[in-house]
């Protein structure tokens, strides 16, 4: 990149290390977690048209390229530290830099999460952060420790963000406002931090939706050698979710993707911890199911009967 | 991506974790230094057309992904640890997947350096790497530690990667033979790790040369608040950029780019040790300049005459 464009990336993106023992600017950046925890790391790439709208305000963009990662280190039940951002832009907008920035470091402030360095070149818009956290050695909440008898727990609701997606491209019917709504979800998700480490020692395992809750269960079922079956009514959604016909509701909360929420497993005699867990972090926390010996993942209606989850069943909605 | 891509970087990407506490599979990967140790951390992008030829080979690819960020920690005197691996691409063809892979992983293996986790998604072709080590604390070779009578060195031979670039380019006649040999360069650098380490406590700065000398060495000028004279007939070359116009040269020497070769800085008490160093690694060194206390960058030629810097002199080779 140009000189100019290298000053503007100093402008909006450099900050003094604070908990780093090096920050930008070097050819590495240093850590030193604290003695007796383990560093955790994730990283996400996200490419415009496929993990968020050219349309897209700034300010979400910065902000949600830091939370689906600061979403992994929540499923891990791991404490905040800092980011790398590595970011291929057609052209170096000082407006768009600012607005971006602005969205990225109110979240990382907010969750005490500092950008540590990086890598800039110019190229069709894409964003990488790779994020470290902390978390006490052999605490980390893995997808591998559900048992059979456990219940099955979400955090928030979920499908607002498929339902915005929806909308968008024309398939569900939304009003302005529900539309404006629904699309905070898809484009500004809230990372479960302070829930995943509040459920540290309760869970017994965790994972985070980006996927979809029956692609992400499934994950967890597989490490956990285990299956499970949903009460697919209990599944917590908005009223915007709510006031649309049961097929779309069952769409965008059993594979609607992008909800950022923790999905999680705990003994039945956590039930009184993980509430309080939820209300001490002001997360509401719904248990949607129970995790079985028998492989597999079935659901059933609030009636107990089966409720199909075969994909097939949404494949016109697929793109 | 579909599950068939998903299941094609398991079969190509995941392999066990044996430094990591936890590596590939989980929302996050879980690294801990050994007790007194920091870790180092650096990012990469790689977007094609501007950091690789669309022509070059999987394997030299899957090298220099990982050869680019070793090399960063190789300048910090960090031993790898471990990896993360970010693919876009536009398809998941075994055939190229296979051959990236074995670049990647020879590499790797080679510096005990274990991929840990990452993310793969469908858009135009990118790659991007965080790599972690560790150092001692408090000993990391930094950009900001030389000194004004400091030696000046480099690693290896620098221009050979520009030459190729250049000759590929049509820009300058270049036999079969020595494109051949100086393409290995550009597409396929050998991170200077073992030397790096081995300076620990001998040099006072250094860097990785990936701008070009001119401009890597401005950063740690500017950072050590210092200036520089370089030797510019001392700077070391391979036979192929020797046989080149001097004009050419200059050039590839001066402002190459792509070298990852190690700048550094040491005092002349140490020149016994650096040579000592660069012995013990395999890897040769040559000194190639003096720090001043004057700011700003000088060079000379053999008979000591002043040799113009301004990248303009090269403006009829820029794009």
Not at 43 to 49: N, S
Request: proline share 6%; glycine share 10%.
């Amino acid at each position: 990149m140009s000189l100019g464009e290298f000053e503007l990336i100093e402008r909006y993106f450099m900050r003094p290390a604070r908990r780093a023992a090096l920050g930008v600017g070097d050819d590495c950046a240093l850590l030193q977690p604290r003695p007796g925890m383990q560093l955790a790391t994730s990283a996400d790439l996200l490419l415009e048209g496929r993990h968020f709208l050219s349309t897209v305000a700034p300010e979400r963009l910065g902000h949600k390229a830091l939370a689906v990662n600061l979403s992994d280190l929540a499923a891990c039940g791991a404490e905040p530290l800092g980011f790398l951002l590595s970011l291929a832009l057609p052209a170096a907008e000082p407006d768009w830099l600012e607005r971006f920035a602005r969205g990225l470091f109110a979240l990382a402030d907010a969750h005490g999460c500092e950008l540590v360095g990086g890598d800039t070149t110019r190229g069709p818009l894409a964003i990488h952060v790779t994020v470290f956290g902390e978390v006490p050695a052999g605490r980390a909440l893995l997808r591998s420790g559900a048992r059979a008898g456990d219940d099955l727990y979400v955090s928030g609701t979920l499908g607002d963000a498929r339902l915005a997606l929806e909308a968008w491209r024309g398939r569900v019917a939304l009003s302005g406002e529900a539309f404006e709504a629904t699309r905070v979800a898809m484009e500004q998700p809230q990372p479960r931090v302070t829930l995943g480490v509040a459920l540290r020692g309760i869970a017994s395992s965790a994972i985070d939706l980006s996927d979809g809750l029956v692609g992400d269960l499934g994950h967890v079922l597989r490490r956990s050698g285990a299956g499970a079956t949903l009460q697919a009514d209990a599944l917590p959604r908005s009223a915007w979710l709510a006031a649309q016909p049961p097929e779309v509701q069952r769409l965008c909360t059993l594979a609607g993707g992008d909800d950022y929420e923790l999905l999680f497993t705990a003994a039945p005699a956590q039930r009184e911890a993980v509430q309080a867990a939820a209300a001490a972090t002001g997360v509401p926390v719904t248990r949607i199911g129970t995790i079985e010996a028998e492989p597999g993942l079935r659901a059933v209606d609030a009636q107990g009967r089966p409720v199909p989850l075969a994909l097939s069943a949404f494949d016109h909605f697929r793109p």
